[in-house]
Protein backbone atom coordinates (compact mmCIF):
# COMPACT_ATOMS: atom_id res chain seq x y z
CA UNK A 1 0.00 0.00 0.00
CA UNK A 2 1.58 3.31 -1.31
CA UNK A 3 2.02 5.54 2.14
CA UNK A 4 0.11 8.14 0.69
CA UNK A 5 -3.13 7.80 -2.08
CA UNK A 6 -5.05 9.71 -3.99
CA UNK A 7 -7.34 9.50 -7.04
CA UNK A 8 -5.65 10.25 -9.90
CA UNK A 9 -8.56 11.85 -12.13
CA UNK A 10 -8.69 14.28 -14.25
CA UNK A 11 -11.41 15.93 -12.90
CA UNK A 12 -13.27 17.89 -15.02
CA UNK A 13 -15.47 20.60 -13.91
CA UNK A 14 -16.92 23.70 -15.36
CA UNK A 15 -16.33 27.03 -14.39
CA UNK A 16 -17.80 28.02 -10.88
CA UNK A 17 -18.37 24.19 -9.86
CA UNK A 18 -17.28 22.94 -6.31
CA UNK A 19 -14.61 20.09 -6.64
CA UNK A 20 -13.21 17.93 -3.95
CA UNK A 21 -10.64 16.06 -3.64
CA UNK A 22 -9.52 12.81 -0.93
CA UNK A 23 -6.48 11.26 0.17
CA UNK A 24 -5.35 8.77 3.06
CA UNK A 25 -2.47 8.01 4.29
CA UNK A 26 -1.26 4.91 5.65
CA UNK A 27 1.41 5.80 9.05
CA UNK A 28 -0.74 7.10 11.67
CA UNK A 29 2.42 8.80 13.54
CA UNK A 30 1.98 11.40 10.80
CA UNK A 31 1.89 14.82 12.09
CA UNK A 32 1.69 17.15 9.44
CA UNK A 33 -0.09 17.36 6.66
CA UNK A 34 -0.28 19.65 3.53
CA UNK A 35 -1.54 20.14 -0.37
CA UNK A 36 0.69 20.94 -3.00
CA UNK A 37 0.03 22.56 -6.05
CA UNK A 38 1.82 21.90 -9.46
CA UNK A 39 1.03 23.44 -12.59
CA UNK A 40 1.64 21.34 -16.01
CA UNK A 41 5.24 21.35 -16.40
CA UNK A 42 5.88 23.38 -13.46
CA UNK A 43 7.80 22.80 -9.84
CA UNK A 44 4.88 22.49 -6.98
CA UNK A 45 4.03 24.70 -4.51
CA UNK A 46 2.86 24.77 -1.09
CA UNK A 47 -0.92 25.26 -1.42
CA UNK A 48 -1.79 25.28 2.06
CA UNK A 49 -1.65 23.00 5.63
CA UNK A 50 -4.02 20.92 6.74
CA UNK A 51 -5.10 21.86 10.33
CA UNK A 52 -7.56 19.30 12.70
CA UNK A 53 -9.36 21.75 13.20
CA UNK A 54 -10.05 22.67 9.49
CA UNK A 55 -8.96 25.49 7.56
CA UNK A 56 -10.03 27.57 4.99
CA UNK A 57 -8.15 30.13 2.68
CA UNK A 58 -10.55 32.00 0.28
CA UNK A 59 -12.43 29.36 -1.83
CA UNK A 60 -10.05 26.65 -0.52
CA UNK A 61 -11.30 24.62 2.45
CA UNK A 62 -8.69 21.54 3.77
CA UNK A 63 -9.72 19.13 6.60
CA UNK A 64 -7.81 16.15 8.03
CA UNK A 65 -9.48 13.41 10.07
CA UNK A 66 -6.91 11.67 11.80
CA UNK A 67 -9.14 8.88 13.07
CA UNK A 68 -9.78 7.76 9.41
CA UNK A 69 -5.99 8.80 8.09
CA UNK A 70 -7.96 11.11 5.89
CA UNK A 71 -7.36 14.33 4.08
CA UNK A 72 -9.54 16.24 2.08
CA UNK A 73 -9.25 19.78 -0.38
CA UNK A 74 -12.39 21.09 -1.44
CA UNK A 75 -12.26 24.23 -4.16
CA UNK A 76 -15.42 26.87 -4.28
CA UNK A 77 -16.48 28.90 -7.12
CA UNK A 78 -13.73 26.95 -9.35
CA UNK A 79 -11.60 29.06 -12.05
CA UNK A 80 -9.83 28.32 -15.12
CA UNK A 81 -6.82 29.33 -13.04
CA UNK A 82 -7.82 26.72 -10.56
CA UNK A 83 -6.59 23.68 -13.43
CA UNK A 84 -3.37 22.15 -11.59
CA UNK A 85 -2.50 18.81 -10.27
CA UNK A 86 -3.45 18.92 -6.48
CA UNK A 87 -0.25 16.93 -4.70
CA UNK A 88 -1.62 15.41 -0.94
CA UNK A 89 1.78 15.67 1.16
CA UNK A 90 2.34 14.12 4.88
CA UNK A 91 5.52 14.71 7.00
CA UNK A 92 5.85 12.09 9.41
CA UNK A 93 8.04 12.48 12.27
CA UNK A 94 9.77 11.69 14.20
CA UNK A 95 11.77 8.85 12.50
CA UNK A 96 10.35 10.16 9.11
CA UNK A 97 12.95 13.30 10.00
CA UNK A 98 12.09 16.08 7.80
CA UNK A 99 10.83 13.76 5.20
CA UNK A 100 7.59 15.13 3.23
CA UNK A 101 5.83 12.44 1.21
CA UNK A 102 3.89 13.29 -1.30
CA UNK A 103 0.76 11.61 -3.17
CA UNK A 104 0.62 11.35 -7.12
CA UNK A 105 -1.89 14.08 -7.48
CA UNK A 106 -5.22 14.59 -8.64
CA UNK A 107 -5.27 16.59 -12.00
CA UNK A 108 -8.28 19.67 -12.05
CA UNK A 109 -9.37 20.85 -15.65
CA UNK A 110 -11.77 23.51 -15.24
CA UNK A 111 -13.41 23.81 -18.11
CA UNK A 112 -15.75 27.17 -19.55
CA UNK B 1 15.68 36.06 -3.73
CA UNK B 2 15.88 34.23 -6.58
CA UNK B 3 14.44 30.57 -5.36
CA UNK B 4 16.08 27.73 -6.06
CA UNK B 5 17.91 27.40 -8.78
CA UNK B 6 18.33 24.61 -10.98
CA UNK B 7 20.95 23.63 -14.20
CA UNK B 8 20.66 22.69 -16.92
CA UNK B 9 16.84 23.04 -17.51
CA UNK B 10 16.81 19.97 -20.09
CA UNK B 11 19.10 17.12 -20.33
CA UNK B 12 18.87 14.74 -23.48
CA UNK B 13 21.78 12.19 -23.38
CA UNK B 14 22.84 8.75 -24.66
CA UNK B 15 22.98 5.74 -22.95
CA UNK B 16 25.72 5.12 -20.73
CA UNK B 17 26.62 8.40 -20.50
CA UNK B 18 27.74 10.75 -17.25
CA UNK B 19 25.19 13.26 -16.30
CA UNK B 20 25.25 15.89 -13.55
CA UNK B 21 22.43 18.38 -12.07
CA UNK B 22 23.18 21.04 -9.95
CA UNK B 23 21.25 22.59 -7.94
CA UNK B 24 21.99 26.21 -5.86
CA UNK B 25 19.42 26.51 -2.91
CA UNK B 26 17.56 29.53 -1.55
CA UNK B 27 20.43 31.74 0.56
CA UNK B 28 20.53 30.76 4.05
CA UNK B 29 18.42 27.15 3.56
CA UNK B 30 19.87 24.77 5.60
CA UNK B 31 17.71 21.58 4.02
CA UNK B 32 18.44 20.66 0.52
CA UNK B 33 16.48 17.60 -0.97
CA UNK B 34 16.73 16.28 -4.28
CA UNK B 35 13.42 14.31 -6.19
CA UNK B 36 12.08 12.78 -9.29
CA UNK B 37 9.09 12.79 -10.71
CA UNK B 38 7.79 10.38 -13.37
CA UNK B 39 4.10 9.74 -14.10
CA UNK B 40 4.01 6.41 -12.67
CA UNK B 41 5.80 6.90 -9.68
CA UNK B 42 4.87 10.74 -8.80
CA UNK B 43 7.31 12.35 -6.74
CA UNK B 44 9.87 10.33 -4.95
CA UNK B 45 12.73 11.75 -2.50
CA UNK B 46 16.10 10.65 -3.46
CA UNK B 47 18.56 12.09 -1.10
CA UNK B 48 18.35 14.90 1.73
CA UNK B 49 21.12 16.69 3.35
CA UNK B 50 21.18 19.04 6.69
CA UNK B 51 24.18 21.82 6.72
CA UNK B 52 25.13 20.06 3.81
CA UNK B 53 25.39 16.34 5.64
CA UNK B 54 23.62 13.56 3.91
CA UNK B 55 21.13 12.94 6.40
CA UNK B 56 19.19 10.27 4.38
CA UNK B 57 19.59 8.62 1.29
CA UNK B 58 17.57 5.79 1.29
CA UNK B 59 15.52 7.17 -1.60
CA UNK B 60 18.62 6.99 -4.10
CA UNK B 61 18.04 3.73 -6.57
CA UNK B 62 21.25 2.53 -7.22
CA UNK B 63 25.17 3.05 -6.94
CA UNK B 64 24.40 4.78 -10.13
CA UNK B 65 23.10 7.39 -8.86
CA UNK B 66 25.74 10.31 -6.09
CA UNK B 67 24.65 13.14 -4.63
CA UNK B 68 27.13 15.64 -3.27
CA UNK B 69 26.86 19.08 -1.61
CA UNK B 70 30.51 20.37 -1.07
CA UNK B 71 29.56 23.74 0.31
CA UNK B 72 25.79 25.75 1.60
CA UNK B 73 25.17 27.31 -1.94
CA UNK B 74 25.73 24.07 -4.05
CA UNK B 75 24.63 20.59 -4.75
CA UNK B 76 24.99 17.92 -7.27
CA UNK B 77 23.32 14.99 -8.29
CA UNK B 78 25.21 13.20 -10.63
CA UNK B 79 23.81 9.64 -12.72
CA UNK B 80 27.07 7.15 -14.29
CA UNK B 81 26.20 5.48 -16.44
CA UNK B 82 22.65 7.06 -17.81
CA UNK B 83 19.62 4.50 -18.77
CA UNK B 84 16.96 5.13 -20.07
CA UNK B 85 14.58 4.31 -16.96
CA UNK B 86 16.42 7.39 -15.38
CA UNK B 87 14.44 9.65 -17.52
CA UNK B 88 12.13 12.02 -15.25
CA UNK B 89 12.10 15.13 -13.93
CA UNK B 90 14.48 16.33 -11.22
CA UNK B 91 13.70 18.69 -8.59
CA UNK B 92 16.00 20.24 -5.70
CA UNK B 93 14.14 21.58 -3.01
CA UNK B 94 15.05 23.81 -0.09
CA UNK B 95 13.91 25.04 3.47
CA UNK B 96 14.91 26.17 6.74
CA UNK B 97 14.94 25.04 10.01
CA UNK B 98 11.94 26.35 11.83
CA UNK B 99 10.12 26.31 8.44
CA UNK B 100 10.72 22.89 7.84
CA UNK B 101 6.97 22.01 6.16
CA UNK B 102 7.50 24.14 3.14
CA UNK B 103 9.96 23.38 0.97
CA UNK B 104 10.53 25.54 -2.32
CA UNK B 105 11.27 23.66 -5.40
CA UNK B 106 13.90 24.65 -8.23
CA UNK B 107 11.72 24.47 -11.72
CA UNK B 108 13.30 21.37 -12.13
CA UNK B 109 15.59 19.10 -14.50
CA UNK B 110 13.82 17.43 -17.46
CA UNK B 111 16.00 14.45 -18.56
CA UNK B 112 15.79 12.25 -21.19
CA UNK B 113 18.21 9.10 -21.52
CA UNK B 114 18.19 7.79 -24.87
Known amino acids: RKEVEQDPGPFNVPEGATVAFNCTYS??????FFWYRQDCRKEPKLLMS???SGNEDGRFTAQLNRASQYISLLIRDSKLSDSATYLC?????????????FGTGTQLKVEL | DAGVIQSPRHEVTEMGQEVTLRCKPISGHDYLFWYRQTMMRGLELLIY????????DSGMPEDRFSAKMPNASFSTLKIQPSEPRDSAVYFC????????????FGAGTRLSVL
Open chain 2, 49 to 56: FNNNVPID
Open chain 1, 27 to 32: NSASQS
Open chain 1, 89 to 101: VVNTFPGGGNKLT
Open chain 1, 50 to 52: VYS
Open chain 2, 93 to 104: ASTATGDLNIQY
